[in-house]
């Protein structure tokens, strides 16, 4: 008998313990959701919605007790639904990246990959994306030496787009009604 309460004591410390952890937890999700709402922002994710949610598991695991999920909307006026049921291969890169980002200082991780983070992207987002990458890889202490060129590339994408926008921009003047050019 004394076996029995020995493990009944247990179970109750253990309980204890991981529910002040799930609480522990659900305080450091909050702020740890915002910054990685910012840095989805930092990579033209325009009106991102992300939250971390905590179902409670019916028994403890050596985890504790909590099943967390990620929840995401990228697009105004969708629901926030779960980050695997939402995001494309290249969304899903970006989504990653900005996370890395929050948790570089703390990953042990040497070696990143962001499979088809350029997907669907260019212009003022392939940028970011490039930036963010560089910031990391610093961060890091890694070498961005190759990516330096690739950052000047896109910036000379950037430059050209927007110049051409101008020039469209001057012809319009020019003549209002000409809209061929759009």
């Known amino acids: 008998e004394t076996l029995r309460k020995r493990v009944a004591d247990a179970e109750k410390r253990v309980k204890v313990a991981s529910e002040q952890l799930s609480e522990l937890r659900k305080e450091a999700a909050k702020e740890l959701a915002e910054y990685i709402r910012v840095g989805l922002l930092d990579l033209n994710f325009l009106d991102v919605k992300f939250e971390i949610v905590f179902d409670a598991l019916a028994h403890y695991t050596a985890q504790g007790i909590d099943d967390v999920e990620f929840m995401i909307s990228t697009n105004p006026g969708e629901p926030i639904k779960p980050l695997g049921n939402v ?16 948790m570089a200082e703390k990953d042990q991780i040497e070696t990143l990959i962001f499979d088809e983070i350029d ?30 060129q690739a950052l000047k590339g896109v910036n000379k994408e950037v430059k050209n787009t927007q110049a051409q926008l101008k020039d ?15």
């Open 87 to 102: 995001a494309s291969g290249g969304e899903l890169s970006r989504i990653m990246l900005a996370i890395k980002t929050v």
């Open 168 to 182: 469209v921009e001057r012809l319009l003047k020019l003549d209002p009604k000409n809209t061929e050019l759009l």
């Open 119 to 148: 997907v669907g992207i260019s212009g003022r987002t392939a940028q970011m994306v490039a930036e963010k990458i560089r910031g990391i890889t610093i961060e890091l202490g890694g070498d961005a030496s190759g990516l330096e």
